[in-house]
């Protein structure tokens, strides 16, 4: 129970500035403190400087804007993702053929491309926000946008094995957390060339998702109304909020490094 | 005004002087009041103190003892000092004439 106790120590001191670990646990190890007490004294100081941290607007900030909207759209996006991919996969393996959407090959293959490099950079660069926003409160905040995005619709689908299909994008949100919480802001070509992409696979998805929207008219005889592109667009352009959060702060940065080189 | 509690850290930190550090610290506020002190209150506590200019810590040296971790130092500064005589002088103008012993 005591090893036990202090392994969790270690683990929960991790959520301390370096600096601070080093003390308490060197004041721990001299007071000869059991596994419970430690437990008790570290998880006690854990839960006060995380209050201290939320006390602060940046972490509301992307509870808010990150878990509650860019990840809730990111689930659904990455849902719809997840069902198409495996809709294929069922299809060619029982029956060795291409799903018909009435698009060729080649058309699926390209939408489904995109919307992947998409998810991925999505994904990214709401990590990459997340951990420059949270800082030491991105383990809550973190964990919390990765179960909204990847696990929240599956689970409530029903659906949970298809989670397994969003390791990627988990991977890249984890990723993005990581640089965020170290480099708090990119560099401002870095963000530039990032943004541009994004905004590049943005505009390439809303046209060729336009593509299943001419076949079911097609299909419909006239009867389904196709979704104007701008109705399509909106929630892509929704979920890539942080990417434009990044470059303006980003160019923020680089404003006042040349105001200051300036002077 | 201090509070109760940071004019305890600060008296413990004074009277340990060079020695003042985290562990020091909470095992001399043990020995004064017979109450636990957590490590919470007490990190906290200096933070808090710090910011407001009362005291300066740094990070010691590592002992084996500690198991190569390094402490975190504490020193009261002077304006520590002026916050603790006058939270000291408060206590006893409040105190004079009253016995706790026969009531």
């Known amino acids: 129970m005591s090893q036990f106790c202090w392994w969790f120590v270690g683990i929960l001191s991790r959520g301390l500035e370096p600096d601070e670990r080093d003390a308490v646990r060197g004041d721990l190890a001299e007071s000869g403190a059991s596994g419970t007490q430690a437990f008790r004294d570290v998880i006690g100081l854990v839960v006060r400087r995380q209050v201290e941290l939320w006390k602060d607007w940046h972490p509301w900030l992307a509870l808010a804007g990150l878990v509650g909207v860019a990840g809730v759209l990111l689930s659904e996006i990455a849902f719809q993702f997840d069902g198409e991919i495996l809709l294929q996969v069922r299809t060619y393996w029982r029956h060795g053929v291409h799903f018909g959407t009435g698009l060729s090959v080649g058309e699926d293959a390209v939408y489904l491309v995109l919307l992947f490099l998409a998810l991925f950079s999505w994904s990214w660069a709401g990590g990459f926000l997340l951990g420059a926003l949270s800082g030491r409160a991105t383990w809550i905040a973190g964990t919390l946008f990765c179960l909204v995005s990847f696990l929240g619709n599956t689970a409530l689908r029903g659906a949970l094995s298809m989670s397994v299909l969003m390791i990627p994008f988990l991977l890249a949100a984890i990723w993005g957390m990581k640089r965020g919480y170290r480099m708090r802001a990119l560099q401002f070509r870095q963000a530039l060339l990032f943004a541009a992409s994004v905004a590049i696979l943005t505009s390439l998805l809303t046209w060729t998702s336009g593509w299943y929207e001419t076949v079911r008219q097609v299909w419909s005889e006239g009867a389904w109304q196709p979704i104007p592109w701008p109705r399509r667009l909106l929630p892509l352009a929704t979920v890539s909020w942080p990417v434009a959060y990044l470059l303006a702060t980003s160019s923020r940065r680089c404003w006042y490094e040349y105001k200051g080189e300036q002077r | ?103």
């Open chain 2, 1 to 103: 005004m201090l509070g109760e509690f940071e004019y305890l850290l600060l008296t413990a930190a004074a009277r340990l002087g060079d020695d003042a550090y985290g562990a020091a610290i909470r095992e001399a506020i043990e020995a004064a009041t017979g109450r636990r002190c957590s490590i919470g209150a007490l990190y906290t506590t200096l933070d808090r103190l710090e910011k407001k200019g009362l005291l300066k810590t740094w990070m010691g040296e590592a002992t084996s003892q500690r198991g190569g971790r390094a402490k975190r130092m504490v020193r009261v500064t002077a304006k520590g000092v002026q916050a603790s005589t006058a939270f000291y002088n408060a206590v006893t103008r409040v105190s004079r004439g009253v016995s706790w012993e026969a009531s």
